[in-house]
């Protein structure tokens, strides 16, 4: 059985940084592509990264762009998703999914595996 879990989330005000991790276990890391998403309270939710199998294509929603950093090692079946310059938009709970077919995709309807979820707050 595929399992995805994260850690990391928290409570940090505006222009800080933080990091999320996601571990994979169950099955070959390097086989699935990996994304997270967010999802702020009354709001669907929302792509926020993606990184292809081996780590060499990455894509990223139009609100993060250029803050955010998703990054993989297969060696340690981890991705992450380094956060900078918090926003309180950026308030949500963030989750990394697992694609197992490499999509590359923004669409959460292409991801197979999902994690609990993390709360991240940015306060002002």
């Known amino acids: 059985q595929v399992q995805l879990v994260e850690s990391g989330g928290g409570t940090v005000q505006a222009g800080a940084s933080l990091r999320l991790s996601c571990t994979l276990s169950g099955r070959d890391f390097s086989d699935y592509g990996m994304g997270w998403f967010r999802q702020a309270s009354g709001k669907e939710r929302e792509f926020v990264a993606v990184v292809s199998r081996g780590g060499s294509l990455t894509r990223y929603g139009e609100a993060v762009d250029g803050r955010f950093t998703i990054s993989r090692d297969n060696s340690k079946n981890t991705a992450w998703l380094q956060m900078n310059r918090l926003k309180g938009e950026d308030t949500a709970v963030y989750y990394c999914?697992?694609?197992?077919?490499?999509?590359?995709?923004?669409?959460?309807?292409?991801?197979?595996?999902w994690g609990q979820g993390l709360q991240v707050t940015v306060s002002s």
């Open positions: 999914a697992a694609d197992r077919y490499g999509h590359n995709s923004p669409r959460s309807s292409q991801y197979e595996v």
